[in-house]
């Protein structure tokens, strides 16, 4: 076992590749892997072609969460013990459990360990990866355990002992932001429950705040002594909570296929998880293909931006929207530098943040002009699944199990890109080159 994982991770021939080549491959890897799991007789009643297995892996390992099928029904224990297991790998990162594993088998983290670990876990450095994604685990597996034994008080005296297994399953997704449920309306049976509306949001919302900054909390516990990036994490996730659990219950507080036909109380716990599930969890708590429009794009708004890095959210990212905003501000004040919590961001920050956003709208407007070619369905419901794939977020308008085979090729290209992209780009911002040739100053005219 020692040297499989030393030929697999560490010759140097891998080297030749780079590193956000390789992560691709191992997650392209795992996803036909899981694929072919889920395909076997054994996993699922019967119901399940290899087109659907396949499509299935790829929202697992991306930790999407959009679904051809129901998957409490249409796949066995041993099939939804599979999704879990794709779920944990990719959300807290494969080459996390990879290097925990070379560790407990005594093989020497390297550097083209090391390499792939750093785009896995997006960190510009390569100092301490072994005691971050050590950190990760022992984070996830806290953070997973008593969420599950919560969840079981609600699901083992409605539905036995096989709600352990459901509590188990649904911490798992939660935690990881992937939006799988074992119930075919998601949670909305228990839209007005209350250990379910904080439970389940509070594992999407610390899986989605990243690593990093979980850590830098426990580890600090003084708001002066945060990092910035925790800093503006924290004010960003309070500010998109807020907003989007306030907007979703002024939009939808009277719509009968929505909060119309709930009670005040319900109206209220539904308003706050349908505010915060977009931030890359998926679940729902009522129809959400009966969201009038407007709260349909506010909701394509929150699962574009998604969570924090080195999390298990996707997105472009919360610091990535403040940044720009920051860098708006600062250009009507005249402002050559940015200026947030006593700390300054310079121009190669705005540069990061604005190619990864210029390539995120670039490959999301790409996904829905295919779509709208390829399906004649309403176009706010294709628009809407191409932004839930691309955000890794799962929340859908019903669309999902009505795709043809070239639909289904699109939505898992989005999802892998959505999931695999921004860790690719990440590398390509963190490499400065230098020009050996300067050239003298231009003018254009703007705006």
Request: aromatic content about 10%; proline content about 3%.
């Amino acid at each position: 076992m020692a040297s499989l994982f030393r030929n697999l991770l560490g010759r140097k021939k891998t080297l030749r590749m780079p590193p956000p080549a390789l992560l691709s491959l191992f997650y392209m890897a795992f996803i036909i892997l899981g694929a072919i799991l889920l395909w076997l007789p054994i996993s699922h009643h019967g119901d399940i072609g290899l087109s659907e297995a396949l499509f299935t892996a790829t929202s697992a390992v991306t930790v999407t969460g959009l679904a051809l099928v129901d998957t409490g029904s249409a796949f066995t224990g041993f099939g939804q013990a599979i999704i879990a297991v794709l779920i944990q790998l990719g959300g807290l990162g494969l080459m996390t459990f990879a290097v925990l594993l070379l560790g407990a088998l005594g093989i020497p983290v390297g550097m083209p360990q090391r390499l792939i670990l750093r785009e896995d876990l997006n960190q510009t450095s390569l100092s301490n990866l072994t005691y971050i994604a050590r950190m990760i685990l022992i984070i996830a597996l806290a953070c997973e355990t008593v969420g599950a034994t919560f969840m079981a008080l609600i699901f083992v005296p409605e539905f036995g002992w096989i709600g352990l297994w459901q509590a188990v399953f649904h911490s798992i997704s939660a935690f990881n932001n992937a939006g799988f449920a074992l119930h075919p309306d998601s949670l909305s049976q228990w839209v007005g429950n209350p250990i379910v509306n904080l439970v389940i949001p509070a594992l999407f919302i610390l899986g989605g705040l990243g690593f990093i900054v979980v850590g830098d909390v426990y580890k600090t516990r003084n708001w002066r002594k945060l990092t910035l990036h925790s800093k503006l994490m924290l004010v960003g996730t309070a500010f998109l909570i807020v907003w989007g659990s306030v907007m979703f219950g002024l939009l939808e507080w009277r719509n009968p296929e929505t909060l119309g036909q709930l009670g005040t109380i319900d109206k209220l716990w539904a308003s706050w998880f349908q505010g915060v599930t977009p931030r890359t969890a998926g679940f729902n708590t009522v129809n959400t293909g009966g969201m009038h429009d407007s709260t349909s794009l506010l909701t394509m708004t929150l699962m574009l931006v998604g969570g924090g890095s080195t999390s298990t959210a996707g997105g472009i990212k919360v610091t990535t929207l403040f940044v720009l905003l920051l860098a708006t501000v600062a250009f009507f004040r005249r402002q050559t530098t940015l200026h947030v919590f006593g700390r300054s961001l310079g121009v190669d920050e705005v540069m990061k943040v604005l190619a990864l956003t210029i390539i995120s709208m670039l490959l999301v407007l790409t996904g829905i002009f295919l779509m709208a070619i390829n399906h004649d369905g309403q176009f706010i419901d294709l628009a809407f699944e191409v932004t839930s794939a691309f955000g890794t977020v799962g929340l859908s308008r019903g669309i999902t199990g009505e795709l043809d085979g070239t639909g289904r090729v699109i939505i898992m290209t989005i999802m892998f890109v959505g999931r695999v992209g921004p860790l690719a780009i990440g590398f390509f911002l963190a490499t400065r080159s230098v020009p050996k040739v300067k050239y003298p100053a231009g003018q254009i005219y703007l705006g």
